[in-house]
């Protein structure tokens, strides 16, 4: 069930889009709860949560940017997308960390791409997990916060956020491992390192700093497929 | 080369060679295209070597063994003219030109050279066990056996797959007849020294020597047809990215005329509004409409990428095609202007070719979205398209377009342009919708 929100004065206009929301969900099978405000006062006084929000730019009173920069300071995840009426207003989207626009009038071709996008992702922070069997017992840790999983003698040892101390080790394979975190974001930087594409701060050339300020260095071997992986992850396209 | 100094009969001895030389020059003529009727050509070409080998091989028998320089001398002619023939006679049997035809010629001259020369090796270090006709064929049969599929697989293989292109440097094809002939020699030199009684010792070293240069020389030949083609290769992307500047020259110069030409209109509508003339309102709405659509001239903060952005941008607008745009200029303020206009350039043309082919105008779409993450500069390109799209080996799509070594270029060269910059590229489908990405590294 995805929670879609639209902040759309104009009444037609956000009938319009709630249709093409509902046709798409029904097209595809998925479970869509769309709600609408009128003005951008409600999402500011409440801060509700919602896993995708249409924004319009033109709004009476305090515009859809300055609404983006006020949501934007107590929530970086949501995604957000711009509905408008030239597109040069929104070009500067990536400053409000806007996921894309669409122009008025929406055409649903046009939208599809864009949700198909969109949900990726917002499913990228739905919570997954992964049960880790350790010689103490059983620890169930949310995908967000494995940063990586090493290899170390014939133990995979999972470094998790904000954990000090004995990090979680358990025997099995790092390759298995990979084929169980299919579908997740985790890229295979080495023959014994899977790392969490969400969890990354910033790329270098050879390396990958973390989240959690620890480095991880690619081999050689598997430079390019991993960096190419990771484009394909930060342009939104798995 | 093979003279049997065994009375195997020199007809039969050179029908041997003359077989090694037809296959040595075989490996790495069989990737050329074959003329029509070619197994006639070819029975005609051998046979009518064949008829010259044999008189050829007639003469060296009436003048009688043992060899002395003048047979020598006349044994390297001989050979000599068949390498002229074969190179003469190759372009006759495949779509080759001379140049093709000289690197085929001289490439399989040495591999059957070489196999000769191990062939000589062999015997004279088994000694007597192998003399005698028998032994004369086993070892030229298992030299052959060994030596060919080798040079096959070091060299003929890896220059089919390069193709065999233009050289340029005709030089090349020169020096290398000239190095075969003198290898040739030196085989036939060394065929002689156990008659003059030289040592086995020193006659085996030489032989080592012979095959050395032997293996160095093809290594050479087929190393250079490798660059030759890098370089031609290395060419046409330098001449497509010199064009690119120029058009973004262009595109510039014309984008600042039009801005200049709507400012005009549009203070000339205004000026007429406020004379209250009589001009029907709507005519003037729909000039001003028309000027606006200029107004979708996009602005990142980027010079280079504002112009090509809106270039695009304005065909998208002609084409019907939706074209949504977030771009960050700044995150590409340290990639030189050519190399923008090269990355979108060929990334929105491509975009634009496929996306107009879908049956359905609403959905014909392109989004673009070039922002700063995880410190690197992520350029996003998807768009629709009709039908399937193939990826080949490296990751790219294969091009439909026949003229592979123009267009096929577009998304390679983009992944040059992006690995400069020690970035990556990467395209996938997901969806039905086509996605390109590309990131490079901020420079600290």
Redesign the interface.
Known sequence: MYRIHMVEDDDEAAERLRGMLLRYADERGLDFHVTRDASALPLMEDRPSYDLVFMDIQLPGIDGMECAEFLRQYDQTTPLIFVTNLAQYAVRGYEVDALDFVVKPVSYGSLCPKLDRALRVVDRSRNRSITVRTREGLRVIPLADLVCVEVRNHDLVFRVMDEEGEPLAQRGSLSALEGELAGAPFVRVSQSCLANMGLIRRVRKDELAMADGSTLYFSRAKRKPAMERIADYLGGSV | MGVADAPLGEVASFALSLAQIVTGIGLFAVGLPRRERFGLRLALAVGALAAVVGAGSLLLGSLGMPAGVGTGLLVLALFALILAYAVAALPHLFEASPWASLFCCTAGYTVQNLASGVEGLTRLVAGPALSGPAGALTCTLVATAVVYPLCWLAFARPARRMGLVEVEDRRIGWSFAFVVLAVIAFDVANKALPGYGVPVGTVVVLRLVHAAVCLFSLGTEVELLVNQRLRAQAQTAHRLAAERERQWRLSQRNVEAINLKCHDIRHQIRSLEGQGAVVDRAVLDDIAREVSVY??????GNEALDTILSEKGLICEREGI???????GAALSFVAPADLYSLFGNALENAIEATRQVA?P????I?L????????A???V?N?FAGQVRFGPD?LPRTSKHDEDNHGFGTRSMRVVAERY?G???V?V??G?Y?????I?LPD
């Not at chain 2, 939706?322 to 960050?328: G, H, N, Q, R, S």
């Not at chain 2, 609403?362 to 779409?365: F, G, M, P």
């Not at chain 2, 996605?435 to 990131?439: D, G, M, S, T």
């Open positions: 107004d979708s001239l996009v602005r990142t939706t074209f949504t745009c977030i771009a960050d359905d609403d959905r014909r779409t989004g979205d070039v922002r700063v993450v995880a410190g690197m992520r350029i996003h998807e629709t990751g020690d990556t590229l990467s996938r997901e969806g919708v996605q390109l990405n590309v990131v590294p």
